[in-house]
């Protein structure tokens, strides 16, 4: 079935550093892909998302890139804030319902 | 604009005992969702739902029950808790089953 992997954390950076969290994916079809973010104490809130082949999902200076080559959707930041540790889960929409990797915290120090 | 919000937020139960999780959007979307989420899993889905009265099993359906009456509401069932069932628990909704899914803050489930 329809499974999603990403590298395992924690990852822990210094502030401002650069950051790539790891996401391939095993689906059926061309699904639509999705990195949800989660602070701590709370739910989980999109955080970016492509649709096919060669979008590029974009937010808060978070870039993921659909690569159905290799079957990958990774997550890139170009200078992380202590504000952007949390809990990073990818996802594949698999029918309705989504399909969650594991989850890679991120801890920034300052 | 209280969006979906799910009811207690942290609860402590016995094994055996029934308890129910509560889930209430406000934006009249079709479809509802329940997840659990534990360390080394990530979400799993339970059970999710396209409108009122209709519901369907996801990947870890047993040892739950739900229903939904109103579409705003959408209660997850233990019916004889576990503790295996110890988890936090989210529940989501979206306009459409294609669209963006928007979580609930999670309820935290110990069962002793």
């Known amino acids: 079935g329809d499974s999603v992997t990403q590298m395992e954390g924690p990852v822990t950076l210094s502030e401002e550093a650069f950051l790539t969290i790891n996401c391939t994916y095993t689906?059926?079809?061309?699904?639509?892909l999705f990195w949800y973010v989660q602070y701590p104490g709370e739910g989980l809130q999109l955080l970016l998302k492509a649709t096919k082949a060669d979008d590029k999902g974009s937010n808060k200076g978070f870039e993921a890139t659909y690569r159905k080559e290799t079957t990958s959707f990774h997550l890139e930041k170009g200078s992380v804030q202590v504000s952007d540790s949390a809990v990073y889960f990818c996802a594949l929409r698999g029918g309705t319902a989504l399909i969650f990797g594991k989850g890679t915290t991120l801890s920034v120090s300052s | 604009d209280a969006g979906i919000t799910q009811s207690p937020r942290y609860k402590i139960t016995e094994t055996g005992r029934q308890v129910t999780l509560m889930c209430h959007q406000t934006w009249s979307h079709s479809y509802m969702f329940w997840y659990r989420q534990d360390l080394g899993h990530g979400l799993r889905l339970i059970y999710y739902?396209?409108?009122?009265?209709?519901?369907d099993k996801g990947e870890v359906p047993d040892g739950y029950v739900v229903s939904r009456s109103k579409t705003e509401n959408f209660p997850l069932t233990l019916e004889s808790a576990t503790r295996s069932q110890t988890s936090v628990y989210f529940c989501?909704?979206?306009?459409?089953?294609?669209?963006?899914?928007?979580f609930g803050p999670g309820t935290r489930l110990t069962v002793t």
């Open positions: 689906a059926t079809g061309y699904p639509s």
């Open positions: 989501a909704s979206s306009r459409q089953g294609t669209e963006e899914q928007y």
């Open positions: 739902s396209a409108a009122a009265d209709i519901t």
